[in-house]
């Protein structure tokens, strides 16, 4: 419909706005960011300084850094959103994706106690899809579950299938970890929602991942319960061709 087509246009043109506007962003921020690294160096070698003062100082830099750092996430996420519009689609193995999100990921969980279970369907069907985009919307979920898990211990089992029926290739992500409130669960794909502390998260990975999903003609479903674990189902159909 009319509304439809204007809003949708709209919608187009705030993402180019908002992709120059990132673009703008990221030089600023990177040279105020080498700057104050720099700066926060110099001065902790300064040894003519009551050291209270210098310490004082070190603290407020630090916390700058912090903050440049969670802006440059957000630069960066946003810069990714824009910059997969122009990607090419491929035929894709979705446990290939997956793995590959696992071996990317590996660094970061593998000296926690966590069990990563693997259940992929023999000869699954490709899908039609972009392998780096695909790789980002698992690498997020995998990470989700993995930042979800108490004390960083638990089981993610990661499931592909194919539904003969709905001719749908289906991955199933599900967790052991603090699970989501139903309030929150209304929230989770909205951008720059997100319930961890300042420069772990920006609440763009889910948002990024649904846009992404959609652009395959696929879906993401979410069940959870709070204190048992939640599960992220994502259908993606068949490539026909
Ligand atoms: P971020 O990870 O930067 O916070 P996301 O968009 O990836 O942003 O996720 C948004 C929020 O959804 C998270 O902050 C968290 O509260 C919730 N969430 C996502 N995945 C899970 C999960 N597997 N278990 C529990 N909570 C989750
Ligand atoms: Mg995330």
């Known amino acids: 419909t009319q509304v439809q087509l204007i809003r949708s246009e709209s919608l187009a043109a705030i993402g180019q ?59 960066r996420s946003l810069l990714d959103l824009s910059r997969q519009t122009q990607n090419y689609m491929e035929s894709v193995n979705l446990s ?18 966590i069990v990563i279970e693997r259940n992929y369907e023999e000869d699954l069907p490709n899908v039609q899809g972009n392998f780096a985009n695909l790789g980002q919307v698992f690498i997020n979920m995998i990470k989700n579950a ?6 960083r211990r638990g ?18 992500c599900r967790d052991t970890g603090a699970g989501i409130s139903s309030d929150q669960l209304k929230e989770i794909f909205n951008p720059f929602f997100t319930t961890k502390p300042v420069g772990k998260g920006t609440g763009l990975g889910l948002y990024i991942s649904h846009e992404i999903i959609k652009k395959h003609e696929g879906s993401i479903r979410v069940e ?6 939640t599960i992220f189902n994502i259908e993606i159909p068949r490539n026909r061709e």
């Open 96 to 113: 290939a994706v997956i793995d590959n999100a696992l071996r990317v990921l590996h660094n970061q969980y593998k000296k926690d106690p």
């Open 17 to 75: 706005l908002v992709a120059g506007a990132a673009h703008e962003l990221n030089n600023p921020l990177s040279s105020a960011y080498s700057l104050t690294q720099t700066t926060v160096e110099t001065i902790g070698s300064w040894e003519n300084v009551k050291i209270e003062l210098r310490n004082e100082v070190l603290d407020d830099l630090d916390f700058s850094l912090r903050e440049m750092r969670r802006a440059r996430d957000i630069v």
């Open 224 to 229: 959870s319960e709070k204190g048992k674990g």
């Open 146 to 151: 993995i930042e979800a898990l108490p004390d």
């Open 155 to 172: 089981t993610i089992s990661l499931t592909t299938r194919y539904d003969r029926l709905a001719d749908k290739v289906i991955v199933q």
